[in-house]
């Protein structure tokens, strides 16, 4: 019985740690965001969903299901090594370079391939787990919940193992290796559960070879030559010095001749000793020579490299540089050049380690220029720093006078409608909060704003330079001029004058997000430019009018075929499936924009959840057998799903406008709540639903919880959030289980 819960619980720590090591190798290839998450993880979901479908019937009627799930962890243990190397590859297939960006095409094909065989085998694990569980089981019904169980307690363990321990002490295919040779071990104990005869003899005989060869690449560092070559591939043409993790995400350094390239997560930030020497100046100067004694410096993100050089030009008093993640800096200093290393040495530098928005909100000190050196809106993350409430908690820190500097994608020839709708949204909500905004239009639109009236001219300008004695490459006086025509900004103004109309950027409505994601698919995906205006007009209404036909079709079908009556508890299983992976998102989401990012909370978050829904799997198969009257307590959770539902939106957005870090612990609360509610109705549906065929029953309701945390996975960052907003969303979700309700209700299965 041991070594049957040591390989469920395994099951659950293989995932976890495959899917969230595969998710970070993609992002690192194709720098993505939210949508390239939602797309990787939905395909694992569908992919692992299809498997438990597909092989529930065969888990049913296997007469050796102790063999089939060993070859499933056989051939997870030798294609997960082998899957990270493809995974590098993808570029130089395609003909791609580092840092080059690709469209959602090439990442939902590439992804959807490439995990195919680990989602399949993966899926297909749970059926067979709960076919091997009811073999030795008294209450055959009660297997499928302790397996959900077990699973859920195998990610809890792996999330911090993984955090903290295998990705900041061990690279990718040393953790692959480490997960094939647990899953080996796993299956030469299960091996001696099998019946006897030859093909166990044989079995055994080819995991002990496994088991030498998975040691053997270990000890004799064969997985660490395969990192290095994998990695030169992944970076063709440039020679990589350097390749770690940290929590926060891969750092890699790169040289080609004698420049040095920084790159997190496959994007370049840092070039040095030669920077954007035009970028840098246009978007340093420029703020500090329109404030007129600017001492006190912050800048959040982007520092290094570059911009604290470009500052430190002008008498400033002290510059505050907030970077999240240390192992950067620490690079920068292993690989120091004359740039650099002026910079970090300067004694008016002072670095906080802390993600810049806690930075803001938490600190005493104000600043007369504050510089937003952060990527456009791309992600949850990023969209952070463009919203109404980022905005106002930097007016309190913000001297009198003082100005903002931040900048955006622009072009001097033509604004596209994505382009148009994404400074729009920005400077609609930077205007809410700042009577005075102005914009530098070019190839990076450059805002500046004050809750004073400022001068921004040549004239000021030059004469600032001269005054301050700076001198630099690009500006000159003919070059200042050019970009300060006043002909550009009026082209600019007349250019967004219809999109200024779009909704302001929030925390809880992240409209600035969707035009960022928007403007890239533009770029690297233009065929898929109609999905997105197709979008943009999306409206709660339209969810809910089929939300209701479908209803109302399903009630009619229940009430004419028998067939139709047992599939409301499949459809209340997936719109769970769909909740739980809804607040599961949307409260790392509120978190990182009420406090700030941080990482270990994050992961804490996700632990709450699957603690929550540990809980209740747990106290609903002790119940199951004592239970009397399943369909009454089905409904009582289907109603706490509703009400949650209702009461999670009215408690964020009454958090939201008072900022204490005491409400922390609310967020851990609910995140357990939501996984309870997920734990509590899985084992109760499949007693309901069970035919007798625990396997087959386990594989199919399995299979649609997955199908609905790939639906949530899937639209819920990407357009739910930000085009609904927060309260919109949880209604949502709401109307989605009380339609689940009435399926109930009408079904005759009460």
Same mark, same amino acid.
């Given at each position: 019985?041991?070594?049957?819960?040591?390989?469920?619980?395994?099951?659950?720590?293989?995932?976890?740690?495959?899917?969230?090591?595969?998710?970070?190798?993609?992002?690192?290839?194709?720098?993505?965001?939210?949508?390239?998450?939602?797309?990787?993880?939905?395909?694992?979901?569908?992919?692992?969903?299809?498997?438990?479908?597909?092989?529930?019937?065969?888990?049913?009627?296997?007469?050796?299901?102790?063999?089939?799930?060993?070859?499933?962890?056989?051939?997870?243990?030798?294609?997960?090594?082998?899957?990270?190397?493809?995974?590098?590859?993808?570029?130089?297939?395609?003909?791609?370079?580092?840092?080059?960006?690709?469209?959602?095409?090439?990442?939902?094909?590439?992804?959807?391939?490439?995990?195919?065989?680990?989602?399949?085998?993966?899926?297909?694990?749970?059926?067979?787990?709960?076919?091997?569980?009811?073999?030795?089981?008294?209450?055959?019904?009660?297997?499928?919940?302790?397996?959900?169980?077990?699973?859920?307690?195998?990610?809890?363990?792996?999330?911090?193992?993984?955090?903290?321990?295998?990705?900041?002490?061990?690279?990718?295919?040393?953790?692959?290796?480490?997960?094939?040779?647990?899953?080996?071990?796993?299956?030469?104990?299960?091996?001696?559960?099998?019946?006897?005869?030859?093909?166990?003899?044989?079995?055994?005989?080819?995991?002990?070879?496994?088991?030498?060869?998975?040691?053997?690449?270990?000890?004799?560092?064969?997985?660490?030559?395969?990192?290095?070559?994998?990695?030169?591939?992944?970076?063709?043409?440039?020679?990589?010095?350097?390749?770690?993790?940290?929590?926060?995400?891969?750092?890699?350094?790169?040289?080609?001749?004698?420049?040095?390239?920084?790159?997190?997560?496959?994007?370049?930030?840092?070039?040095?000793?030669?920077?954007?020497?035009?970028?840098?100046?246009?978007?340093?100067?420029?703020?500090?020579?329109?404030?007129?004694?600017?001492?006190?410096?912050?800048?959040?993100?982007?520092?290094?490299?570059?911009?604290?050089?470009?500052?430190?030009?002008?008498?400033?008093?002290?510059?505050?540089?907030?970077?999240?993640?240390?192992?950067?800096?620490?690079?920068?200093?292993?690989?120091?050049?004359?740039?650099?290393?002026?910079?970090?040495?300067?004694?008016?530098?002072?670095?906080?380690?802390?993600?810049?928005?806690?930075?803001?909100?938490?600190?005493?000190?104000?600043?007369?220029?504050?510089?937003?050196?952060?990527?456009?809106?791309?992600?949850?993350?990023?969209?952070?720093?463009?919203?109404?409430?980022?905005?106002?908690?930097?007016?309190?820190?913000?001297?009198?006078?003082?100005?903002?500097?931040?900048?955006?994608?622009?072009?001097?020839?033509?604004?596209?409608?994505?382009?148009?709708?994404?400074?729009?949204?920005?400077?609609?909500?930077?205007?809410?909060?700042?009577?005075?905004?102005?914009?530098?239009?070019?190839?990076?639109?450059?805002?500046?704003?004050?809750?004073?009236?400022?001068?921004?001219?040549?004239?000021?300008?030059?004469?600032?330079?001269?005054?301050?004695?700076?001198?630099?490459?690009?500006?000159?006086?003919?070059?200042?001029?050019?970009?300060?025509?006043?002909?550009?900004?009026?082209?600019?103004?007349?250019?967004?004058?219809?999109?200024?109309?779009?909704?302001?950027?929030?925390?809880?409505?992240?409209?600035?997000?969707?035009?960022?994601?928007?403007?890239?698919?533009?770029?690297?995906?233009?065929?898929?430019?109609?999905?997105?205006?197709?979008?943009?007009?999306?409206?709660?209404?339209?969810?809910?009018?089929?939300?209701?036909?479908?209803?109302?079709?399903?009630?009619?079908?229940?009430?004419?075929?028998?067939?139709?009556?047992?599939?409301?508890?499949?459809?209340?299983?997936?719109?769970?499936?769909?909740?739980?992976?809804?607040?599961?998102?949307?409260?790392?989401?509120?978190?990182?924009?009420?406090?700030?990012?941080?990482?270990?909370?994050?992961?804490? +978050? =996700?632990? !709450?959840?699957?603690?929550?829904?540990? %809980? #209740?799997?747990?106290?609903?198969?002790?119940? &199951?057998?004592? /239970? @009397?009257?399943?369909?009454?307590?089905?409904?009582?959770?289907?109603?706490?799903?509703?009400?949650?539902?209702?009461?999670?939106?009215?408690?964020?957005?009454?958090?939201?406008?008072?900022?204490?870090?005491?409400?922390?612990?609310?967020?851990?609360?609910?995140?357990?709540?939501?996984?309870?509610?997920?734990?509590?109705?899985?084992?109760?549906?499949?007693?309901?639903?069970?035919?007798?065929?625990?396997?087959?029953?386990?594989?199919?309701?399995?299979?649609?919880?997955?199908?609905?945390?790939?639906?949530?996975? +899937? =639209?819920? !960052?990407?357009?739910?959030?930000?085009? %609904? #907003?927060?309260?919109?969303?949880?209604?949502? &979700?709401?109307? /989605? @289980?009380?339609?689940?309700?009435?399926?109930?209700?009408?079904?005759?299965?009460?």
């Amino acid at each position: 019985m041991k070594v049957l819960l040591f390989a469920l619980l395994l099951m659950g720590f293989t995932s976890l740690v495959v899917q969230t090591l595969l998710i970070r190798e993609f992002l690192i290839v194709f720098l993505g965001n939210e949508l390239t998450i939602g797309l990787i993880l939905s395909n694992w979901i569908v992919l692992e969903a299809l498997g438990a479908s597909i092989f529930s019937p065969l888990a049913q009627r296997s007469k050796r299901p102790i063999i089939f799930y060993i070859t499933l962890q056989v051939l997870i243990s030798a294609y997960f090594p082998a899957s990270i190397i493809l995974v590098r590859s993808i570029k130089d297939i395609l003909g791609a370079g580092a840092g080059e960006g690709l469209g959602i095409v090439p990442v939902f094909i590439s992804s959807l391939f490439l995990l195919l065989p680990l989602s399949l085998c993966d899926g297909a694990q749970f059926p067979f787990g709960c076919r091997m569980l009811s073999d030795i089981s008294k209450r055959k019904w009660e297997s499928p919940g302790k397996v959900y169980i077990l699973e859920a307690m195998g990610f809890i363990v792996a999330g911090p193992l993984f955090t903290y321990l295998f990705i900041t002490h061990l690279n990718s295919l040393e953790i692959a290796f480490i997960i094939g040779l647990l899953n080996i071990l796993s299956s030469l104990l299960l091996i001696k559960m099998a019946r006897q005869g030859f093909l166990k003899k044989c079995y055994t005989l080819i995991l002990f070879l496994l088991l030498a060869l998975s040691l053997g690449a270990l000890s004799l560092n064969f997985s660490e030559r395969l990192q290095r070559l994998s990695v030169s591939r992944q970076f063709k043409g440039q020679e990589v010095l350097d390749y770690r993790n940290s929590i926060y995400g891969n750092l890699t350094v790169t040289k080609m001749g004698d420049q040095l390239n920084f790159f997190s997560d496959g994007i370049p930030i840092i070039t040095t000793p030669h920077p954007n020497t035009a970028y840098l100046e246009e978007f340093i100067h420029f703020g500090m020579l329109s404030h007129p004694k600017p001492e006190r410096v912050l800048i959040v993100g982007g520092g290094a490299g570059g911009a604290i050089g470009e500052i430190l030009k002008h008498p400033v008093k002290s510059l505050d540089y907030t970077e999240l993640d240390p192992l950067l800096i620490q690079m920068v200093k292993d690989f120091p050049t004359p740039l650099t290393q002026k910079e970090l040495a300067d004694s008016r530098l002072r670095i906080n380690f802390m993600d810049g928005i806690r930075f803001i909100k938490t600190t005493e000190d104000s600043y007369d220029v504050i510089f937003i050196n952060a990527p456009l809106p791309s992600t949850l993350g990023l969209n952070r720093f463009y919203t109404e409430e980022f905005f106002s908690s930097v007016k309190r820190i913000l001297n009198t006078p003082g100005i903002l500097v931040l900048n955006l994608p622009g072009s001097l020839s033509y604004l596209g409608e994505e382009l148009r709708k994404l400074n729009g949204s920005i400077l609609s909500t930077l205007k809410g909060q700042f009577p005075f905004v102005k914009v530098i239009p070019g190839d990076s639109n450059l805002y500046l704003a004050s809750e004073e009236e400022f001068e921004i001219s040549p004239k000021v300008l030059v004469n600032g330079l001269k005054d301050r004695n700076i001198s630099t490459v690009l500006l000159n006086p003919l070059y200042i001029e050019y970009r300060l025509h006043p002909r550009w900004s009026v082209w600019f103004r007349e250019s967004l004058k219809e999109t200024l109309k779009v909704k302001p950027n929030r925390d809880l409505s992240p409209t600035g997000l969707f035009y960022g994601v928007s403007y890239l698919n533009a770029l690297f995906s233009p065929e898929t430019q109609g999905l997105f205006k197709g979008l943009d007009g999306l409206r709660l209404k339209m969810l809910l009018a089929p939300l209701f036909i479908l209803g109302l079709a399903g009630i009619a079908l229940q009430r004419h075929t028998t067939t139709w009556r047992k599939l409301a508890i499949p459809f209340s299983i997936a719109s769970t499936g769909f909740l739980g992976m809804t607040f599961d998102l949307v409260l790392i989401f509120c978190y990182q924009a009420f406090f700030g990012f941080v990482y270990h909370h994050i992961a804490l +978050l =996700v632990t !709450s959840f699957m603690a929550g829904l540990t %809980l #209740g799997g747990w106290l609903m198969t002790h119940r &199951l057998s004592r /239970l @009397k009257r399943d369909m009454l307590c089905f409904l009582k959770i289907e109603i706490m799903a509703i009400l949650f539902s209702l009461a999670v939106p009215i408690l964020l957005i009454n958090l939201g406008s008072m900022y204490s870090m005491w409400f922390a612990p609310i967020f851990f609360l609910l995140s357990a709540l939501s996984g309870l509610i997920v734990g509590l109705e899985f084992p109760l549906a499949n007693k309901i639903y069970g035919t007798g065929k625990t396997a087959q029953t386990a594989g199919i309701l399995y299979s649609m919880d997955l199908l609905g945390a790939w639906m949530g996975a +899937l =639209v819920v !960052s990407i357009a739910l959030l930000p085009l %609904l #907003g927060l309260l919109k969303t949880c209604l949502f &979700l709401a109307c /989605l @289980k009380l339609l689940s309700l009435a399926l109930i209700l009408t079904s005759k299965l009460t």
